[in-house]
């Protein structure tokens, strides 16, 4: 099964049941990074890049995730702002998305990796 079409189901506590697609956690995952203080994007790795080309829908917006029962690990390829502490955007991007995940989601967050593609220049001096 490719992973965009995995699902997770949670436990039941009615007539049926809840299943969330990893393209769901793609998404939170996504914009809570992105919302985050020198955060300057995500980087699209070449997967991403290779979706895009061949005109793969749903490419993963630099975020991946992997589920294993009722947890949950991401890693997330960021490109910070020229000037803002490395340590602390991490930081602040993990709480943040595993918040974000986990309060929206009611899945467990095992890991956040952060992976750092680059710096951005593009404020500098404005």
């Not at 993990?94 to 009611?106: L, W």
């Amino acid at each position: 099964m490719d992973e965009q079409e995995q699902a997770v189901p949670l436990p039941e506590e009615g007539i049926g049941e809840v299943r969330i697609s990893t393209d769901v956690i793609v998404v939170i995952a996504h914009t809570a990074a992105t919302e985050t203080e020198g955060v300057a994007g995500m980087s699209a790795g070449i997967a991403d890049n290779i979706s895009q080309v061949l005109g793969r829908k749903g490419a993963s917006k630099g975020v991946k995730v992997e589920l294993s029962g009722q947890e949950t690990s991401i890693d997330l390829f960021l490109i910070v702002d020229y000037g803002a502490r490395i340590p602390d955007v991490a930081w602040r991007v993990q709480e943040r998305v595993k918040t974000a995940v986990e309060t929206m989601t009611g899945l467990n967050v095992k890991a956040i990796n952060i992976h750092v593609q680059g710096v951005s220049f593009e404020n500098k001096g404005q």
